[in-house]
């Protein structure tokens, strides 16, 4: 059970960042590649994104639902704002005519078979970014890790390059399996990383002070998906974190894991660009499933 957050008057959440000049938090003072290639991933007009997060095999091989991504995930590019995964699978599989932004894994290093995950280095040059014409690279940020300053600063280095070149870095709250999830610890991972450079910040939902995390980080969240849950509950967080701030989900398991992944992408969009209630959003998933 979470604790308590009681901190959370201080954060005023109920009064937004402004945004002048660019509909971005965080982001009006960018150098207009950077401010082109956010606006490929996030939608103009509702500000938000659904990112499709399909790296998972950089560290765990081909996980469930993403065997053959050629049959699972290609389908569903369609309907994704942007898609989140590896050099090798953009480069062996995804098409090339595919009109979609790129967000590229930037960190590797330990499997699965590893205890400690936060042993990660720089597993791209922003060379290869610019070379796949990739609108953003996302790195894991161990915050607490036993490798945490390593971890902080293959983000810097990365940050350092993009700017660069004009490319966006997502920094990646990686928790580790010990660690406690709550607001107070996302609040601190989140604007770390925003602080040192990350323009837009992956992280996850908590059900007790979500807004604060939000609040407190000057540039836009993601929330990630975590493990699958019933469409329903699924659903219901990801309508959660963008009423509370975030601007929109990179969400892998929660949607290919799915029984049907067409609809439950579709219910996803729905949320997120268009603000639909948990409910409707899941009798939208069950119509387009029978359907489908
Ligand atoms: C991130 O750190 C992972 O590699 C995935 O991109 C992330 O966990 C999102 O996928 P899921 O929604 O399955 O958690």
Redesign the pocket.
């Known amino acids: 059970m979470p604790e308590v957050d009681k901190e959370g008057e201080r954060y005023a959440a109920d009064r937004p960042q402004q945004t002048p000049g660019f509909y971005l938090k965080g982001s009006h003072q960018l150098d207009w590649g950077m401010k082109n290639r956010l606006a490929r991933v996030f939608a103009p007009a509702s500000g938000r994104t659904v990112m499709l ?1 399909v ?2 095999g ?1 560290f765990q091989g081909p996980t469930t639902g993403l065997e053959r991504i050629d049959l699972s995930i290609v389908p569903l590019l369609q309907s994704c704002d942007a898609l ?1 995964c590896t050099r090798g699978i953009l480069r062996s599989l995804i098409p090339a005519d595919t009109g979609k932004p790129m967000v590229l894994r930037a960190s590797g290093g330990p499997s699965i078979l590893r205890e400690e995950l936060s042993d990660e280095e720089i597993a791209m040059d922003m060379d290869d970014a610019v070379r796949l014409n990739a609108a953003g690279v996302g790195i ?1 940020v161990f915050i607490g890790g036993d490798f945490e300053t390593r971890s902080v600063h293959n983000m810097t280095k990365l940050v350092d390059a993009g700017l660069r070149v004009g490319i966006p870095v997502m920094g ?1 709250t ?1 928790v580790g399996k010990n660690m406690v999830r709550d607001a107070k610890y996302f609040r601190l991972a989140c604007r770390i990383i925003a602080e040192l450079g990350a323009q837009y910040v992956k992280t996850y939902y908590v059900e007790d002070g979500f807004d604060t995390v939000t609040a407190s980080c000057p540039v836009p969240i993601v929330m ?3 493990k699958k849950l019933a469409e329903l509950d699924a659903l219901t967080m990801a309508y959660n974190a963008v009423q509370q701030g975030a601007a929109g989900v ?5 949607i290919f894991q799915s029984a049907a992944p067409q609809a439950m992408i579709a219910a996803i969009n729905a949320v997120v660009h268009k603000n639909l209630k948990p409910k409707e959003a899941y009798e939208l998933f069950s119509s387009l499933k029978t359907k489908g």
């Open positions: 997060a790296d998972h950089y989140f894991q990646i990686a990630a998906g975590g990179d969400m892998g398991r929660n």
